[in-house]
């Protein structure tokens, strides 16, 4: 179990850049199969190798951004779960 903030930190990172390759990869791989889907959707020209880079670069962006919100929701609530561990001890304690 991680007992630092500092490895929570880490955690968080590491989640992060998981996922954004992940969204990149799956991004890369909507490209490939339809790459008229992403050049409808973000307006490019008709290379489809540009297509598969321009749709690996933003699925890693949004990844990313889906990686770090996620990975903070699951850090704030280990944080509240901690929270709540502590609240019950020292309640317990009181009444000992």
């Known amino acids: 179990m991680i007992r630092t903030a500092v490895g929570f930190f880490f955690v ?6 998981v996922s954004s ?8 791989i909507i490209a490939t199969i339809s790459p008229e889907f992403v050049r409808g959707l973000f307006s490019l020209s008709q290379d489809t190798h540009s297509v598969s880079r321009y749709a690996f670069t933003v699925g890693m962006i949004w ?3 889906i ?27 009181k009444s000992d």
């Open 12 to 17: 968080i990172l590491l989640g992060a850049l």
């Open 21 to 28: 390759f992940l969204g990149g990869v799956f991004a890369w």
């Open 63 to 65: 990844g990313l951004f």
């Open 67 to 93: 990686g770090a919100a996620v990975s903070g929701f699951a850090c704030g609530l280990s944080t509240v779960l901690k929270l709540i561990r502590l609240r019950i001890e020292h309640t317990s304690r």
